[in-house]
């Protein structure tokens, strides 16, 4: 069935350095890709997303890409900040019920 | 900004009580989930919902039930709370692509 794999499960980096967080998705149908960032005793919270028709998108410190062929995504954090730490969730998504990875506990040390 | 809403927020009760986890959300949304998450981080879907009576189990067997009487309202019950089930539950709802989440129920069976 549909799949997505994230790595790694546990990402720890010095505050002001960058982070990054790659998925892979097995359904090529896939065409929609949000992430996902949950703080401690909250909800997660879609924090930006990227279309299939888009290889790029930047918001801020925080950007995505998406290589389509290899049916890979990644979420880019650059110069990390203490209120970065969470875990955070990719996801992939066609027209039927969105399959999340098992999500990334970020650590930013001070 | 999503609106949806989970009632409690925390709820510590004795093994064999029936219990309600109440979601909401007034955005519209015709499509509504229900997940168990665990220690782990992962999120694992037990129900979802397309519309009014439309719902459906998900990928990871539940002993819980739900319903959809309103567009607005996707309530979960347990009707015999054991140990097992404490877990944090997160209520969804997406329309289109985007999904949004609620602030989660922190559920202890003692």
């Known amino acids: 069935g549909e799949n997505v794999e994230q790595h790694p499960s546990t990402l720890s980096v010095q505050e002001g350095d960058s982070a990054v967080i790659k998925c892979t998705y097995s359904d090529s149908a896939s065409n929609y890709f949000p992430w996902y960032k949950q703080e401690l005793g909250k909800g997660p919270q879609l924090i930006i997303d990227?279309?299939?028709?888009?290889g790029e998108k930047k918001d801020q410190r925080i950007a995505v890409t998406l290589n389509k062929t290899a049916k890979h995504f990644s979420l880019h954090i650059t110069e990390t900040q203490p209120e970065d730490s969470a875990v955070y969730f990719c996801a992939a998504t066609g027209d039927d019920k969105i399959i999340f990875g098992k999500g990334t506990r970020l650590h930013i040390l001070p | 900004e999503a609106d949806i809403y989970q009632t409690p927020r925390y709820l510590v009760i004795g093994t064999g009580k029936k219990i309600t986890l109440e979601c909401s959300q007034t955005?519209?949304?015709?499509?509504m989930y229900w997940y168990q998450q665990d220690p782990g981080m992962e999120l694992h879907l037990i129900h979802y919902s397309y519309g009014v009576n439309s719902t459906e189990k998900g990928d990871l067997s539940s002993e819980s039930t739900v319903s959809r009487i309103r567009t607005e309202h996707f309530p979960l019950t347990l009707e015999s709370a054991r140990p097992s089930h404490t877990s944090q539950y997160l209520c969804a709802s997406k329309q289109g692509s985007e999904q949004y989440f609620g602030p989660g129920t922190r559920l202890t069976v003692t």
């Open positions: 955005m519209g949304h015709d499509k």
């Open positions: 990227i279309r299939s028709n888009v």
